[in-house]
């Protein structure tokens, strides 16, 4: 994702055009470029004209998929975020002890709750902590950064908006940093990318530097079929607006009635697999693009994946990435886990 831009990564960010002064003296956002039209325009010719047809996940999250998967955290069967909310309520005081971050820098749309649960082990109501939200959605990212501002008087903040794929050079300097990734959205890449993230992490962290990584687990298939197909069709709105960000983005006309929502585990590959499958065969026009895409019947765009790890795993996925496994933490039924690392030390 984003591999051709990162020729704009570390030289450009003072005087880059995309950086907006913003409200506040406590609050700076900058902007970079968000994934907009020609990062879609170019991932729709490569994922539409492939077959099986895809896309990158990150397009479900304009403003109302962000609002649509904040709904989804509050369906009965979406077990991910409250597992994780409880564990890392049980465990913020001892990743505080561990890491005495003076700034928290967040990657992809956490929920306010999970940051302010860090913020308060950190001791932001009383002293002076950094927060670095960094996340693709500008509305969702002022509006939580608004409300943290309100809440912690002593806070500073310092957003970025953009893709954390390309973007994370962009990361401010800053103090004693834990760069917080949870909400298991690490499990929308797949292993290769989910490295060269890590990798890149691993870049922004210096000595003392931690990185917080939120990691659903696998578990019974019949908790997992529930959580991504829940009976109020939440998901399936949240798949589907993915048409309508086509639609709007490259002037398309994607009629989401011809289309279902479809999500399913691949015990193989150990990740839930969200696609959108055609109800009828039919063509959709990208008037943008001067381009036409055939669907037959019961074919598929495939829009998420979403791993699901085994315990045993994560200490070498972080070890491949050069990062340390200090602690991990796993919660029982749904089984979740923290792990807190460190960046190894560098070789004699
Ligand atoms: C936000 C990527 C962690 O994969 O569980 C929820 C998104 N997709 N339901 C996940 C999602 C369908 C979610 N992440």
Same mark, same amino acid.
């Given at each position: ?5 990162r020729s704009d990564r570390g ?16 609050? !700076? ?46 369906t009965a069967e979406y077990y ?61 990212? !002022? ?38 990734f949870l909400g298991s959205t ?96 039919? !063509? ?65």
């Open positions: 994702m984003g591999r051709d831009d030289d450009s960010r003072r005087g880059d055009p995309h950086i907006t002064a913003a409200t506040g003296a406590r609050l !700076r956002v900058d902007v970079r470029q968000p994934p907009g039209a020609p990062d879609l325009a170019r991932d729709v010719v490569a994922g539409l004209g492939a077959s099986p047809k895809s896309l990158p996940p990150k397009y479900l999250y304009d403003d109302r998929g962000s609002a649509l998967f904040e709904a989804i955290t509050r991910p975020t409250r597992a994780e909310v409880a564990l890392l309520e049980s465990v913020a005081a001892e990743v505080a002890d561990s890491t005495r971050a003076a700034e928290l820098v967040e990657l992809g749309s956490g929920s306010a709750r999970k940051t302010r649960t860090l913020l308060d082990a950190l001791g932001a109501s009383r002293r002076e902590v950094r927060y670095v939200p960094f996340d693709v959605s500008e509305g969702a990212l !002022r509006r939580s950064a608004e409300d943290l501002l309100r809440a912690y008087p002593l806070l500073r903040v310092h957003g970025v908006v953009g893709d954390f794929h390309r973007d994370l050079g962009a990361v401010p300097e800053g103090g004693r940093r834990l760069v917080a690490m499990g929308n890449l797949s292993d290769d990318e989910a490295l060269a993230l890590l990798a890149q992490v691993r870049a922004v962290l210096g000595p003392g530097d931690h990185l917080l990584l939120g990691l659903d687990l696998v578990k019974d298939e019949g908790v997992l079929l529930a959580a991504y197909n829940d009976s109020e069709g939440i998901t399936a709105a949240f798949n589907l607006n993915l048409l309508a960000v086509l639609n709007r983005g490259l002037d398309a006309d994607f009629d989401p009635a011809r289309f279902e929502h479809l999500a399913f585990w691949n015990p193989g590959a150990k990740r839930m697999e969200m696609h959108l499958r055609a109800r009828l065969a039919h !063509r959709v026009r990208f008037r943008a693009l001067d381009l036409d895409v055939d669907f037959a019947e019961g074919e598929t765009l495939h829009t998420e994946i979403s791993r699901k790890y085994l315990p045993g795993e994560v200490r070498d996925l972080l070890q491949s990435a050069d990062l340390r496994l200090v602690r991990w933490w796993a919660a029982p039924e749904p089984a979740f886990g923290l792990a807190l690392a460190t960046a190894a030390p560098a070789p004699p």
